[in-house]
């Protein structure tokens, strides 16, 4: 179940919390609805990994991958300053995190094989958000006393970045 739809019920019968981020938050930079989503995936604790699903709304009839859309990375690149654990919490259902990974930097190849689905990747991302997300999720795994899965994380963006 996702929490978002029904916001009548508690975030903790969920396994999934939605933000549906609107064009008009992303291109303002406003962080207040990601905040009070963020303040609920973080309350889960380890239960919280790979919980969360980020949407943006808007950019229906653009053409465009949202990794490509310039709002929608600047958006996720200050996004990412304020929570630089935020891939232990994003869910890799449809490869959601690693798109949003993309949008921190450049994709150049992007394919899902009909076979099997498994999506192959290559992105690049600038060092210095790579350290932050680096530092901020492992650091953050301790925190919540889940180091395994953050390092899971850390394991799958280096996977996608050839590290």
Not at 43 to 70: C, N, Q, T, V
Not at 124 to 130: D, K, N, R, T, W
Request: hydrophobic share 35%; aromatic share 12%; net charge negative.
């Amino acid at each position: 179940m996702v929490w978002g739809e029904d916001m009548a019920v508690s975030p903790d019968d969920y396994d999934v919390v939605l933000a549906q981020i609107s064009r008009s938050e992303c291109e303002k930079l406003e962080f207040s609805h990601l905040t009070e989503t963020m303040k609920i995936v973080e309350s889960k604790g380890r239960e919280g990994y790979k919980s969360f699903i980020l949407a943006f709304d808007g950019w229906e009839s653009d053409s465009s991958e949202l990794y490509e859309i310039p709002a929608v990375r600047k958006y996720i690149s200050e996004m990412v300053k304020r929570y630089p654990y935020i891939f232990y919490h994003i869910t890799d259902m449809q490869s959601l995190d690693m798109l949003y990974l993309a949008a921190l930097g450049d994709l150049s190849t992007f394919m899902k094989e009909n076979t099997n689905q498994k999506a192959v990747y290559d992105v690049s991302i600038p060092e210095a958000i790579y350290k932050t997300i680096y530092k901020g999720t492992l650091s953050y795994g301790e925190k919540v006393g889940d180091i395994e899965n953050a390092r899971r994380t850390i394991q799958r963006i280096n996977e996608v970045l050839g590290k």
